[in-house]
């Protein structure tokens, strides 16, 4: 089998090495070079490895299928930068990494931003610098409320972490989940998006874990930050554009909710002169959250075994079969 990795321009490692040393010495693996000739590098090729989702545009599309390719493989979760309808018209197959290979990272990077606003890092540090010692007092999350917005991998990764720190957690999301596995994660109140403003009223903490769709694009608007206790932090590290930025910068900058911890921006990177860059109750970083040398690992393993898969004639796992 040949392979076509598209790699995403500053980003080629670790992402490239993992996938190639999961893929072994059975098949071939060529790196795209964007300066050179498109079609004659989709020769021979079986599957695209898209790395992000974000690399593909319609002409390598259409030379991939001209080339009969059989999958385009995206190394990434969301598909809200890729032409899945496209994809879909034109009956290429496309497969991602979903949300349990990056999990882990971005449940971590959930709980250190809600440990940094709960700890008043900012002001800890400052205190040292200039000598001020024994002070502030800050905040345990014990006891604190955890609204989760979306129970899918990287939800329930976050409330077991949560439970573990002796956190109350509530839920909503449009996939019923089993009460065994609500009992064993620790949510208390599980309940359908029809319910978000009820958990956003309960919660201390509120933590996005939905896909970006045409139904969760701005389910954060003014009327929800509005539903939310004035003590409250947000945190998104699912995609910028499930929160409506404009209501959130008016939320933070009248104190309507306390602050929040982002990941994600509806516009990548963010400006400079953007509010979220100089606000001091916003902590931000860099769309990081998921890249972690673990989450390589996984995805660079989840595409490697499509391609096995592939080459012995079966089904690609994590096929995407419709449109957002």
Known sequence: MKVLYLTVPGMLQPWYDDFRSA?????????YDP??????????VDVVV???GSVGTRALIDAALAARVKLWQVLGTG??????????????????TPGPFSAVALAEHAMFLMLYFAKGFDEHVRNLRSKVFYFPLSEELTGKTLGLVGLGASGQALAARAKAMGMRIAAVDAVDIPRERLDELGVEGFASPSKLKTVLARADYVSLHVPLTSKTRHMIDGPALAAMKSTAVLINVARGEIADEDALVEALQSGRIRGAGLDVFAQEPLPPDHPFMHMPNVVATPHTAGQTYGTSRRRGEACAENVDRIARGLAPLYRITEAG
Do not use: I, R, S
């Not at 300066?35 to 021979?44: D, R």
């Not at 032409?83 to 496309?94: H, N, S």
């Open 23 to 31: 893929v072994g010495e059975g098949h071939t693996v060529c790196l």
């Open 35 to 44: 300066a050179k000739p498109m079609v004659g590098q989709f020769e021979n």
């Open 50 to 52: 898209d790395q992000g």
């Open 79 to 96: 598909v809200d930068h890729v032409d899945v309808a496209y994809f879909l018209e034109k009956g290429l197959m496309l497969a991602n």
